[in-house]
């Protein structure tokens, strides 16, 4: 049971480059989410998914897109990286039948040169 | 929009000291107010949580109030210790009919000072 899993862990993009951060859970959570963390930011919501078959925005969306392959899947893709890209990413699922607790992924650094 | 700010942003106590942290939302339907503790280098994990029909409650060191007429919310943190030492995250969500709204704070770096 490895909960929510992020790849890659870290990555150095040059500018113009692009990249997709996938996730994957085993937690069987309907709702899934993108985040961007950067210092004095605090968690930023790029994209979510409430459901499979469904995605959308959240308050930092351009530059990104994302797919959510099915329940188990939500990938975040950056077509032309930026260096304002540089950030940590974390994926979460969301216990909706449950508490409403969100469970993160470890996050994956990026770097955009 | 929900809106929630957190105050402070930085804060330093000595070790066995206690630690307030508070967090104002914006949104009346907001009903469910979690607090997420982020170590170094590590991912948010939930240390706890209330929903909007209970005023207080408390996890052995940890405790967490609502006032939802003046709509914020705290931490307390007593008896701090090094380990006590992270990032401070409060949230206020929305749910209803399946759909969830949630809103963080910026976030509050706790230093305990040994």
């Known amino acids: 049971n490895a909960g929510v899993t992020q790849t890659p862990k870290f990555q150095v993009l040059k500018t113009g480059q692009s990249m997709t951060l996938q996730c994957a859970q085993d937690?069987?959570?309907?709702?899934m989410y993108w985040y961007r963390q950067d210092p004095g930011m605090g968690l930023r919501l790029i994209y979510y998914?409430?459901?499979?078959?469904?995605?959308d925005k959240g308050e930092v969306p351009n530059g990104y897109n994302v797919s959510r392959l099915n329940k188990r899947e939500f990938s975040l893709r950056l077509e032309s990286a930026a260096p304002s890209q540089t950030s940590v990413y974390f994926c979460?699922?969301?216990?909706?039948?449950?508490?409403?607790?969100?469970?993160f992924g470890e996050g994956s650094r990026l770097t955009v040169l | 929009g929900e809106n929630v700010e957190q105050h402070p942003s930085t804060l330093s106590v000595q070790e066995g000291d206690s630690a307030v942290i508070k967090c104002t939302y914006s949104?009346?339907?907001?009903?469910?107010f979690p607090w997420y503790k982020q170590e170094l280098g590590k991912r948010p994990q939930l240390i706890i949580d209330?929903?909007?029909?209970?005023g207080e409650k408390k996890d052995q060191r940890i405790a967490v109030t609502l006032n939802k007429t003046a709509k914020h919310f705290s931490l307390h943190i007593t008896e701090t210790q090094p380990e006590d030492s992270a990032v401070y995250f409060c949230?206020?969500?929305?749910?209803?009919?399946?759909?969830?709204?949630?809103?963080f704070g910026k976030g509050t770096k706790l230093s305990v000072i040994p």
């Open positions: 949230a206020a969500i929305r749910s209803g009919a399946g759909s969830y709204q949630l809103t």
């Open positions: 998914s409430a459901s499979e078959g469904t995605t």
């Open positions: 949104d009346s339907a907001s009903n469910y």
């Open positions: 979460a699922t969301l216990w909706a039948t449950g508490t409403g607790e969100l469970f």
């Open positions: 209330i929903r909007s029909n209970v």
């Open positions: 937690m069987n959570h309907n709702s």
